[in-house]
């Protein structure tokens, strides 16, 4: 059993900035490349060129063998892990599980992390300029599939010199980017690591979706999209969109534990007549408010269009086993209990479908009061297993480096 | 659990085949028959700290309820399923052999013998559960709630139609090692069956 780090300790000999946490990967910086086009869309258009902004972790080992690719989430970005700068407050979303001595171990992997095509962090997307008509895509971007990220993100791959991935690794719809790796790229990953995901939505997933883009779409400042042309932005709708979004994120039981009904201000004293507000209210609205500010309405309905459309097997006559059994890597599986956006049900039917294809998985369902956001947060038994799984893709990369040179 | 029973149980499962083991426990039957016997699989368990023992040794590991039934298998979709010292604790042991026999064209199913001398002298001469090294729990926290001797599980499966292919009693005491051969229900601590439909 491994206990990772949390404490902030001063470095003494990593060179980070003092204050930083000693099993962080430090300040980082991010990078951008631009690949020429065409680049074919499963929708049928094309790109003449795209940019993708990313970051990267760690060493890449001599026979580039150690890489590990981050695929993120509906709100993700490239800043997976680290600090941008010494004043920086919060580290990149995923830094609780990378870093020195984490479960995806920046002194073993190369890890790769990257804000994907259509995002609002930097790479090509709606709020870039649309080369036709000089002016930001908005709502004409194409909408994308997570196929499309793969193939993008396999671009990536070359440019990084990587031929085959140590892992591909995913939560939520970084998950299903990680399995559609697995079937598109069979050859190109030993791992795939699927944490809270899903083969598909279900119809209720779905509908939470719609009643988000609803949100953003009948604010008056969301100008049928085109609202950074006329220089508006549907703040109101976008936060409506996060709060819907984050309520689904966490469980009754969570959003009990951490608010219950305490008040963060009015009274029901009989005879006073002042407006009650609930703290988790309060806590939503901040939710919302700090999203809206800093994330693209339309990269937000692109994404939540992205995840409403994957369908793992569609292609694959609707069978699941038959799309699997093209897959060559790995798999580890995990979930957990309060998740009910995606239910450890629907990790049991990836597992279920991989042991019928014959497919090497390890599926753990791990106790949470914390739903989908889990995913994210610190929890022992899921820092243990994920280390003990990347521990032994880890010793793969040296015993096959050893073989080679006995060979 | 016992070394002996699983030497019995590598020798019984074909090399290169496919195996599912029930309740793996920590993984080292699976990793095992993988090393020595190229045999391929997974293993089913539901105690997180055996699972997270299993994904340390490299072994495919499965999170699951075996009292859920095992539903989510296909007919014949292994040769073998095992499962070692699990029987006994399950809610319808019955049910879930039928379902192994659906799930693997064999299998092997080991558990403590509840008709050996020693739990018979416990409960006979102190008038209470037997607890003993083997079943160190006490009868009101034990996870082992549906005990059964030879003769028991004999019975089930002449009841069902279910065929035994071999069965073999095994004992750690030397003493009980050599008279278990001749009388398995009184000496021998763990019976290890090998059936087929």
């Given at each position: 059993m491994r206990k990772i780090l949390t404490t902030e300790a001063q470095s003494h000999h990593s060179g980070k900035p003092a204050g930083l946490?000693?099993?962080?990967v430090g300040i980082v910086e991010s990078k951008s490349h631009t690949f020429p086009g065409p680049f074919k869309l499963a929708c049928g258009r094309v790109l003449d060129e795209y940019t993708l902004v990313y970051e990267t972790y760690g060493q890449l080992n001599a026979d580039k063998s150690n890489g590990v690719l981050i695929c993120h989430a509906l709100s993700g970005h490239h800043h997976a892990a680290g600090y941008h700068s010494a004043s920086d407050k919060r580290p990149g979303w995923w830094d609780h599980y990378i870093g020195p001595g984490k479960p995806i171990d920046t002194n073993k992997f190369f890890v790769v992390a990257l804000n994907n095509l259509g995002g609002c962090h930097g790479s090509t997307?709606?709020?870039s300029i649309n080369p036709e008509t000089g002016k930001p895509w908005g709502a004409d971007f194409p909408p994308l599939r997570a196929r499309d990220w793969v193939h993008s993100q396999a671009q990536l791959a070359d440019l990084l010199g990587i031929q085959q991935w140590a892992a591909v690794v995913g939560g939520s719809l970084g998950g299903m980017q990680a399995m559609r790796w697995s079937l598109e790229y069979p050859e190109r990953l030993r791992h795939c690591?699927?944490?809270?995901?899903?083969?598909k939505l279900s119809a209720q997933n779905i509908a939470f979706n719609e009643t988000a883009r609803q949100a953003i779409t009948s604010d008056p400042d969301f100008r049928d999209g085109r609202y950074l042309e006329e220089d508006t932005l549907p703040r109101h709708g976008l936060a409506v969109a996060r709060m819907i979004g984050h309520i689904t994120y966490l469980s009754d039981d969570g959003l009990g534990k951490k608010f219950g009904r305490e008040l963060r201000s009015g009274t029901f004293e009989q005879g006073v007549e002042e407006l009650v507000e609930f703290q988790v209210q309060s806590y939503l609205r901040y939710q919302g408010d700090s999203f809206s500010g800093s994330f693209d309405p339309n990269t937000y309905i692109l994404m939540t269009r992205a995840l409403d459309y994957f369908?793992?097997?569609?292609?694959?006559?609707?069978?699941?086993?038959?799309a699997f059994s093209h897959a060559r890597s790995k798999f580890l599986l995990v979930s957990f209990t309060s998740d009910w956006r995606f239910a450890p049900e629907r990790s049991r039917e990836i597992a279920d479908a991989l042991m019928h294809a014959n497919v090497p998985v390890t599926y753990a369902e791990v106790e949470s009061p914390m739903g989908h956001d889990a995913f994210l947060l610190p929890n022992a038994r899921y820092e243990n297993i994920f280390a003990a799984y990347m521990n032994n893709v880890a010793r793969e990369l040296t015993d096959s480096a050893r073989s080679e040179v006995a060979q | 659990m016992m070394r002996k029973d699983l030497d019995i149980i590598h020798n019984w499962v074909p090399a290169q085949s496919r195996v599912l083991d029930l309740g793996c426990?920590?993984?080292?039957l699976l990793e095992r028959l993988a090393s020595e016997k190229q045999v391929s699989g997974y293993g089913v368990e539901i105690d997180p700290e055996e699972i997270q023992k299993c994904v340390e040794r490299g072994v495919n590991v499965v999170e699951q309820n075996l009292d859920n039934g095992l539903k989510n298998f296909a007919d014949h979709s292994f040769d073998t399923v095992l499962m070692t010292q699990a029987l006994q604790t399950l809610r319808f042991p019955h049910l879930v052999v039928e379902e192994m026999l659906r799930v693997g064209r064999e299998c092997i199913i080991t558990f403590p013998?509840?008709?050996q001398w020693k739990a018979r002298w416990h409960l006979a001469f102190s008038g209470r559960m037997p607890v003993s090294d083997l079943l160190p729990y006490e009868w009101y926290d034990t996870p082992n709630i549906h005990f059964c001797t030879?003769?028991?599980f004999e019975v089930l499966c002449r009841e069902h139609n279910w065929k035994i292919l071999h069965r073999q009693a095994v004992s750690e005491s030397p003493v009980s090692g050599v008279l278990k051969d001749f009388l398995p229900n009184l000496f021998g601590e763990t019976a290890i069956y090998?059936?087929?439909r």
């Open positions: 946490p000693a099993n962080s997307g709606p709020t690591v699927v944490i809270a995901s899903a083969m369908d793992l097997a569609r292609e694959y006559g609707d069978d699941p086993v038959a | 426990g920590d993984g080292a013998n509840f008709g030879f003769k028991d090998h059936l087929t």
